[in-house]
């Protein structure tokens, strides 16, 4: 039984890691019906940021508001300048091109800090709670992680169910033609939309960075899970985002602990595979109307 | 009048030319058959290996073509039907001491039927959901040689070691081994294009470019969408399990670490690199995927950079192209080369006509 409450809640923290990668592919795919391969070498750059901050004397919270803020400009930057050409064309393009930023990032962050995985602070004490009988698998850090994503979530639906912004980005991602003529600048919004994206994938870089590291390739297994948990919710859907990520997060958690880590890739694969027989355009997305 | 004079033999031949598909299909393979005879023999035994090296992956490439082009599915999974392919060769080899190409044969029945069932999930996806499942697909079954039961089996994580298959004697004690590995792999390639090719100009080929364009309107047109679906991933993965065949036979390893993910996303670049839907474009792909780190580190090497930023160069050159052809071609590099050929065919006729109207 303290196993199982252990695993839980270590399920919880890493299902909140990828609740917010996942909630950012969801917001660029709302946005521009396109999976955004880039965004784990968007987030890698942004922690190596903080990492830098960090390095020269700054803050774990000056670190995190300047990898948030270069997450915001990368977005926008990567938004206008190499997917606006291929936003009308073949989905298939869009994901080459980025999976090609992917690639570029990770070769130039291997040119400017090395191969080598470095190791980044955590914001409180990674010690779990209790006492030294028995420690829970659950440090303050943690809460702080949970805290932060679920801070987040609730802050971005207020953004986009309460705010005329809100409202004219939602108008832009659901029907950009009539958004147009109704006077929203359809272009400046998707542009807004990859940056808020890429800055809650700042955010998740930096909450991930204790545990897995920071280097080149570190958050490729964040980026596939956060993308899992973001297909098995349904790639419209916000809740979707953080349902998927929680339960892909208790899941994972509960295989590596029973059946061994190893299991874990195989374990993310058949988790999708059930929930996406069941329902084929995840737990919250809108089954597809076909008309003839 | 006009029956009774004897057609040119020239008119005859080009109508039979036109007309028959397998024709034009096996003259072209002889052709290059011949072509790559001639380049494999002027090659070095380190061009060889990359001879060969390109045309397994060009064979993965073509069956993707096949399964994005024709059928308009994605597969970000292509790199585990490889895996499939390689440990089918690797064991048969080990156990059954078979003949190579009974082995590659058998291989790729092996990855077809494993395709096949995948294809029976996939055919009820769509789009990102079907991206996402073959993601999952591509991380998580290589994972599976190092679960602790299979190990002894699959090898974990060191993979497992394919005994080398020597080029026959009659070939001379002399016969560089990686000329022998690209021919197979050339042959293997060209049989693959033209039942590929022949494929996609048959009825089925036909089928398939409907369910891509329309599923509605190809059901209402008697087409079986998902039987159609889930045969294209078959032949797709049976592509695939060929090439990751010929993976384990030229690289003599199978193991969890040749097949990551940025394998098969490698797999789709060359396909949509070369142009989605054309054979020929899955071969320009291929080279490009194969050859450009290969380059890009040459020069990088001359150009005396530090070992951080030399070692990175291939990565970052390799995105570029990625996105600058993406931009540049909108339907590939195949695309760009019909372009430049009409460019080249109206410029030449251009005078030509002028001199006539004179």
């Not at chain 1, 409450?5 to 990828?18: E, F, K, P, Q, R």
């Not at chain 1, 602070?121 to 702080?144: E, V």
């Not at chain 2, 590995?181 to 050339?186: K, L, R, S, V």
């Not at chain 2, 380059?295 to 291939?314: G, K």
């Amino acid at each position: 039984m303290e196993r199982f409450i252990d695993l839980t809640l270590a399920g919880v923290t890493s299902g909140a890691i990828y609740a917010a990668v996942a909630l950012a592919l969801v917001l660029i795919w709302r946005a521009t019906r396109i999976v955004n391969f880039a965004q784990g070498g968007m987030l890698m750059i942004t922690t190596f940021i903080g990492y830098t901050v960090i390095q020269h004397g700054g803050s774990y919270w000056l670190a995190l508001a300047v990898a948030i803020v270069s997450g915001l400009v990368l977005g926008a930057v990567v938004e206008r300048v190499l997917i606006r050409p291929v936003e009308n064309r073949s989905p298939l393009s869009a994901v080459v091109v980025t999976f090609g930023v992917l690639v570029l990032l990770q070769g130039l962050a291997g040119m400017i800090f090395g191969g080598t995985p470095r190791s980044y602070p955590p914001a409180f004490s990674i010690i779990g709670f209790g006492n030294a009988n028995h420690r829970l698998l659950f440090a303050p850090n943690d809460l702080w992680v949970v805290l932060v994503v679920v801070g987040v979530m609730a802050v971005l639906a207020l953004v986009f169910r309460r705010t005329s912004i809100g409202l004219r980005m939602r108008a832009a991602a659901f029907a950009p033609e009539v958004a147009r003529l109704l006077g929203v600048r359809v272009g400046r919004m998707l542009t807004l939309g990859w940056a808020l994206a890429a800055g809650v994938g700042a955010l998740a870089g930096v909450l991930v960075a204790p545990t897995t590291f920071v280097s080149p390739t570190a958050f490729d297994a964040t980026l596939v899970y956060g993308f899992t948990a973001a297909v098995i919710g349904g790639l419209d859907s916000p809740p979707g985002a953080v349902v998927g990520g929680a339960s892909l997060g208790l899941a994972l958690s509960y295989v590596s602990g029973y059946l061994g880590s190893d299991l874990v890739p195989l374990g993310a694969l058949v988790v999708l595979m059930v929930v996406l027989m069941v329902r084929p355009s995840g737990l919250f997305g809108a089954p597809a109307g076909r008309r003839v | 009048m006009t029956i009774a004079t004897p057609r040119p033999l020239s008119a005859v031949l080009a109508e039979r030319w036109n007309r028959s598909t397998l024709l034009r299909h096996l003259s072209i393979a002889v052709v290059g058959l011949a072509g790559y005879y001639l380049l494999s023999i002027s090659l070095d035994a380190f061009h060889d290996l990359q001879l060969a090296q390109i045309s397994y992956t060009a064979i993965a490439a073509a069956g993707l073509t096949v399964l994005s082009g024709l059928s308009g599915q994605i597969s970000l999974g292509h790199g585990a039907l490889m895996a499939v392919g390689a440990y089918s060769t690797a064991l048969l080899l080990e156990h059954q001491h078979w003949k190579l190409g009974l082995v590659l044969l058998a291989s790729t029945a092996i990855t077809a039927v494993v395709g096949a069932v995948i294809g029976l999930a996939a055919a009820r996806l769509r789009g990102p959901y079907l991206a996402g499942a073959t993601l999952a697909l591509a991380v998580g079954l290589p994972s599976l040689a190092n679960y602790h039961e299979l190990r002894n089996v699959l090898g974990g994580a060191n993979g497992l070691l394919v005994a080398p298959a020597p080029p026959p004697l009659s070939l001379g004690e002399t016969f560089p081994v990686e000329r022998w590995q690209a021919w197979i792999c050339g042959l293997c390639l060209v049989i693959t294009l033209v039942l590929l090719a022949n494929l996609a100009s048959s009825r089925i080929g036909r089928d398939m470019r409907l369910v891509r364009e329309d599923e509605d309107a190809a059901a209402l047109a008697g087409v079986h969408v998902a039987r159609t679906q889930v045969f294209t991933f078959a032949i797709s993965a049976a592509a695939a399990g060929l090439a990751g065949g010929l993976f384990a036979f030229v690289n003599q390893l199978a193991s969890p670490g040749a097949f990551p993910l940025s394998l098969s996303l490698a797999l789709l670049a060359a396909a949509v690199l070369g142009g989605l839907g054309s054979l020929a474009g899955a071969i320009y792909g291929s080279i490009i995927v194969t050859l450009l780190p290969t380059w890009s580190a040459d020069v990088a090497q001359s150009a005396h950079l530090s070992r951080s930023v030399y070692a990175n160069v291939p990565l970052v050159a390799y995105g570029v192209v990625l996105i600058g052809v993406m931009i540049l071609f909108p339907s590939g590099l195949q695309g760009g080369v019909r372009w430049a050929g009409r460019w080249l065919w109206v410029t030449i006729r251009r005078p030509l006509a002028r001199k006539d109207s004179h």
